[in-house]
Structures are given as structure tokens and as C-alpha cells.
């Protein structure tokens, strides 16, 4: 079996005996069709932070009409609702997923302009030669229909395009149930003009699909059908190109039944998702194990696991609906005897029972630990690299045992390679499953910023964990996204007796002076910092902060983090313009007795930072007059 990995640990350096901790970040997930307004959105998201909900799968695309904007398919409301969701789950913490009915395209009257428009795209029964669906009044698209697919890659596109979208999940992926399944058509759907141009395409102008690939004794029916399951695979691997065209930091999962390749009630869909595990066409398998006992559920897992090729899988439970479903409790207990601890809930508005909604909170707070969330709150955040930092700066601390919770290699140090791992975890927690802050974050980063934060709950983007989304989070994202090698030192400022813990500018610059990355960081009380190298070679790191010069120090990159680094800063700079001259003589005399509050008053011209311009500062000047930064 492709279970998950959990590995027991013994903590080491916190003091918990026997603790198990996880190397993923958890998923627990619930799929929500959109309330009609966000008021209601945002009762149901506070329900799902107690819970302990980590990701929302937003029905986005259902009966022909579209949760975002008016673009690929007509919109469904009056405001892109998708663009407004992801801030506002955001506020609780919970990553937002475009939930996508890939196939469903028309529900009664819903929908129907798709159609109207390319009657050629409606899936054809055989047995009928009509359109269908599940049940009576929809309508599903043929997936095997080139049109169809690429609609679908152009709508995968627009919806990556959205700024913090975490994730596009395709629903629906598959040819309705068999809705006759006593007559002799074992699989009748697709049979059209399209399919059968290239069936004759690869076997010949002779194959006519309706009659010799309809029946399971026709020459052409397993030939027919294998073509079917790979263009249905095809439509999957189009919305994958489509995701990775705009923003590959998107992950692509997909609702499947578990049994699809393993059950001969699942022959007609052609729901050939193992296929998508293979070709690296899809990042997660949500299987939907809805059976009606703990027993059942538990041998769906099973089933699902053993054809995921590698790939990560999260369960999804039911608990409502016309069929019976064992208590959430009892599943989530079931989903852990099988060695799953991520889940995905159907649907989001069961949680609004409070048994519900305790069962899925004690199950988030019992379970294995995510590794390198060393305050145990279920997040990587700002204080956890700060506990890493604060044992490890750069020089290997020896004498560590596989136990050692930083010691994620499980050799006998904490050195640059456990530093490494440790921060790809926290990249693919923070920035997505493949660990870059790209456009798309740092502008929903960035916009973030002054957003409206949860009293009780933590933004997704206070990544610092002081209560708001600010500059500061934005600062923390930019030092810790990079995977190159750290720098670590120390920063003495000249001429102050206040503490160097502010916001300093560092530059890299490579040989010929030129700029190739900066990062704006606070250093600690104590004057260290940390800040990411731009790569292997040699450069020069420059350091400025207000009234002093600029300091450029020689630091040569290897494959490794690099100690000791050690930067003096000068005062005297009043005037900023990197030099201690006559101008900023000048500029204290214009200034001089001037106090915090006076009008005129420039904390660049207090140089000693005791709240005043007065005589101490012009000593200052006069001690490192004539002197440049670098």
C-alpha cells in the first residue's frame, strides 16, 4: 500500500515522548456549493475554522455557469464571487479550490446556451441517440470532444489566473451512469460523428461505431472504449495545460470514484483516473468513499491507494445526503485505522452540527504533529523558523539523534541540510505544493495587506502571528521563499545605544555592482539576522538603514548556509545621500533643539536617536566626518 508516511518520532529538543509527527501540510477539506451572499459565506467559514478546516473546494463551475467571472461561461452571479471567496477564507485561515462539474454542463433550462451554441459537445446515448446525464433534465458534455477539451483548458487558465487560488478540482470527470443498464449497451455514450472521425482516423474508414463498437461482441468495442477512457484522460490533462500555461503553483485534484478501473458498475463513466496518476497529470486523488459503513469505507481507501502511483491522496466522507452514513466520529476514526489523517468532507454544511463539528476539531487536535510546526498549532509560521533559528545560525550543532525534531535527515547534526528541508516544508505550506512565492501569491500577499482579521482565528496571511496582515508578513514571505543557502550574522549600529532590532535593506550585488536581489529584514535585539543568498558565486552583501552608510561585505556561496557574516554600520548621514559631510553639518544647524513632534523635526538629523537634535549629534558628524559608504 501507498500509505501516507507518518513517522514516530521522539521530539528531542521540546520535551513530548513518543510524538509522531507528519512531513505534509495537513489537508482537511469540505466541498461547498456557494451560498447567495457572502454574509452567509463567511457563518459557514467560521464554522470551518472551528473545525479545524484547512481547505475549501468552491463549487465553481456547476450546471453551465461559473462562481467567478463572466468569461469562458457565463457567470453565475452578479460580482466575481470566486475573487471575493479567497480573501475572505483567507481570513480563517482556509486555502480556497475552484470546484469544477467538468462533464455537467446543463441542468433543466440552466445551461443550455452551451449547447444552444455547439450542439455538437452534448455526450450521445446510443441506445437512444439523445443526450443525457445521471438523471432526468441534465445534460453532460462530451469529454472526448476536442471542443470541449480545450474549452475546458481556456477556463482552467482563467480561473489560475486568480491571485491566491490555491488550487482547480474536476468533478464530474466522466459519461454519465448507465441509465439503462439492462439492455446490451455496456457503455453508451459518445457515440457521435466526432468519435466515430477518429475511431476511422486510427482503424479505418470502414469501423462505424454504432454498429460494430457498441455492443461487448462487436470487432471494435474494446478498441472503442480504450479510446474513450484515454480522451476522457485527455480532457484532464488539457485543464492541467491550461493550470500550468498561467500558474503551476495551482494544484490540480480530482473527485473520482475509487473503484473507477476496478468495478464493472463503473465501465460506463470511462473514469480512468490511475491513468492521470501515471502521466503526472494531476497532483491530488480526492476518491469519494460514501459507502454506508466504517467497513466499507475503509476497503474504498484501500482500493483508491493501491492505484495512486505515487501520487497524494485525501479520502472524501459523507455524512449527509439521501444515503445513510456512519457519525463523522466514526469515520474519521476508520480514515486513521488505515493510516490517513487528511480528509475531504461532503459537504460543507454538515459542519454546522456541533457534534459535527467537535468530532472534526478533536481529530485535528489528536493526530501527528506536522513536523516543523514546533508550537503544535497546525501551521507553519514566522516563530517556528524563529526556534529553528535560534538553535541553528549557520554552524552545525553536533551530537543529534534521528529523534531530534530538527534533525530532519536523521544523521548526528542540525546543519544547512536539516535548515533546507525545514524551510522547503515551510515554503510549500505558506506558497503552494510546489514551494514558490510566485506573482500570483505576492500580489494576493500584497493586497492582503490591512486586510480585516478574525478574532479568534489566524489569517492565512499573518505569517508572523502578531494579530494583522502588514508589511512585515509581506518581508517575511520574500526572506523565507527562496531555497538558496542562508547567510547568517550580525549588525552593530554606530553611535546609538538602542537596539538594532528594525527594518534593515540588504542588497546582493555581483561583481560589476550590479543589484541581483534585495530583502527588507528586521534584525533581533542582539543585532542578528538571516537573510537568503542569491545562489552559488561570488558577491557582495550591502547593508543600509537610515542615517547610517552603507556596508558591503565579500561573502562567496557554495551549496551550504554561511556563518559569522559581520557588518559595522557609521552614523552620521543626515542628509541620507550615503557620505558624513558639510551638508550634513547644514542639515543639523537648520534643525538643531528640535524635538520628537516639533514642527521640522527629521529623525534622520537625531543621529543619536535620544529624541532631540542637539549637540551629541553634531559630535557625531564631527567624529566620522569625511568618511563614504560603499
Not at 276 to 300: N, R
Not at 357 to 372: D, E, H, I, L, V
Not at 414 to 421: G, P, Q, R, T
Not at 579 to 593: G, H, P, Q, R, T
Request: aromatic fraction near 12%; charge should be negative.
Amino acid at each position: 500500500m501507498l500509505r501516507k508516511a507518518i513517522i514516530g518520532l521522539t521530539l528531542g529538543i521540546t520535551a513530548l515522548s513518543a510524538a509522531q509527527y507528519r512531513e505534509t501540510r495537513p489537508i482537511r477539506a469540505v466541498w461547498l456549493r456557494p451560498p447567495a451572499s457572502l454574509v452567509s459565506l463567511e457563518s459557514y467559514l467560521n464554522w470551518f475554522a472551528e473545525a479545524g478546516i484547512t481547505d475549501l473546494y468552491l463549487e465553481t463551475f456547476y450546471h453551465g455557469l461559473s462562481t467567478g467571472k463572466q468569461g469562458v461561461f457565463n457567470a453565475r452571479f452578479g460580482f466575481d464571487y470566486l475573487a471575493a471567496t479567497i480573501p475572505l477564507a483567507a481570513k480563517y485561515g482556509i486555502r480556497t479550490h475552484a470546484w469544477l462539474e467538468a462533464a455537467y454542463w446543463q441542468y433543466d433550462t440552466t445551461g443550455a446556451y452551451l449547447f444552444a451554441a455547439n450542439p455538437e459537445y452534448r455526450v450521445i446515448n446510443v441506445a437512444t441517440n439523445a443526450p443525457g446525464g445521471d438523471v432526468a433534465l441534465q445534460v453532460f458534455a462530451n469529454l472526448t470532444h476536442p471542443g470541449v477539451q480545450q474549452k475546458l483548458r481556456q477556463y482552467t487558465a482563467e480561473l489560475a489566473a486568480y491571485n491566491g487560488l490555491w488550487g482547480i478540482q474536476t468533478d464530474y470527470h466522466r459519461f454519465p451512469v448507465d441509465n439503462n443498464s439492462s439492455d446490451s449497451f455496456r457503455a453508451p455514450w459518445s457515440y457521435d460523428s466526432t468519435s466515430n472521425a477518429a475511431m476511422q482516423a486510427i482503424y479505418g474508414s470502414g469501423v462505424n461505431i454504432t454498429s460494430n463498437a457498441a455492443r461487448t461482441s462487436h470487432t471494435y468495442w474494446n478498441q472503442f472504449l480504450a479510446w474513450r477512457r484515454q480522451q476522457i484522460s485527455e480532457a484532464a490533462r488539457q485543464m492541467y495545460l491550461g493550470i500550468q500555461g498561467v500558474n503551476p503553483d495551482v494544484v490540480f485534484s480530482g473527485a473520482v470514484f475509487p473503484s473507477a478501473m476496478t468495478s464493472s458498475a463503473q465501465l460506463s463513466k470511462c473514469q480512468d483516473w490511475p491513468s492521470w496518476c501515471v502521466g503526472g497529470y494531476i497532483d491530488h486523488i480526492v476518491p469519494m468513499c460514501y459507502s454506508p459503513t466504517t467497513t466499507s469505507i475503509k476497503a474504498e481507501i484501500d482500493v483508491a491507494d493501491d492505484q495512486l502511483s505515487g501520487k497524494r491522496m485525501i479520502p472524501g466522507l459523507a455524512t449527509g445526503g439521501a444515503s445513510p452514513h456512519p457519525p463523522l466520529g466514526d469515520q474519521l476514526t476508520a480514515l486513521r485505522e488505515v493510516g490517513y489523517e487528511d480528509y475531504a468532507l461532503f459537504e460543507g454544511l454538515e459542519l454546522g452540527n456541533l457534534t459535527a463539528r467537535t468530532s472534526a476539531k478533536n481529530f485535528m487536535t489528536s493526530g501527528p504533529k506536522y513536523r516543523g510546526d514546533t508550537d503544535n498549532d497546525n501551521a507553519l509560521e514566522v516563530p517556528d523558523w524563529q526556534r529553528f533559528w535560534n538553535i541553528y545560525r549557520g554552524i552545525p550543532i553536533s551530537g543529534a539523534t534521528a529523534a531530534n525534531r530538527y534533525n530532519y535527515d536523521g544523521d548526528t547534526d542540525v546543519d544547512s541540510a536539516d535548515h533546507a528541508i525545514f524551510r522547503e516544508q515551510f515554503r510549500r505550506f505558506r506558497f503552494g505544493e510546489n514551494g514558490v512565492f510566485g506573482t500570483g501569491d505576492q500580489l494576493a500577499w500584497t493586497q492582503a495587506i490591512g486586510a480585516s482579521v478574525s478574532t479568534t482565528y489566524r489569517h492565512l496571511y499573518d505569517i508572523d502571528t502578531d494579530g494583522d496582515v502588514d508589511q512585515t508578513d509581506l518581508d517575511w514571505a520574500y526572506l523565507l521563499s527562496p531555497a538558496t543557502p542562508m547567510v547568517f550574522g550580525t549588525i552593530a549600529l554606530g553611535d546609538t545605544t538602542l537596539a538594532p532590532n528594525r527594518r534593515f535593506l540588504f542588497e546582493w550585488l555581483d561583481g560589476s555592482g550590479n543589484v541581483v536581489v534585495s530583502y527588507w529584514f528586521s534584525a533581533d535585539t542582539q543585532g542578528r539576522f538571516a537573510v537568503p543568498s542569491p545562489g552559488a558565486g561570488s558577491y557582495r552583501l550591502s547593508v543600509k538603514h537610515e542615517h547610517w552608510l552603507r556596508r558591503n561585505v565579500s561573502v562567496a556561496i557554495g551549496t551550504a548556509d554561511i556563518p559569522g557574516v559581520s557588518v559595522s554600520l557609521v552614523n552620521g548621514d543626515a542628509d541620507g545621500d550615503n557620505a558624513v559631510s558639510i551638508f550634513d553639518y547644514i542639515k543639523l544647524s537648520d534643525e538643531f533643539d528640535l524635538n520628537v513632534g516639533d514642527p521640522g523635526f527629521d529623525p534622520m538629523s537625531d543621529l543619536d536617536e535620544d529624541g532631540s537634535v542637539t549637540i551629541f549629534d553634531v559630535i557625531i558628524v564631527n567624529n566620522n566626518f569625511d568618511l563614504f559608504g560603499e
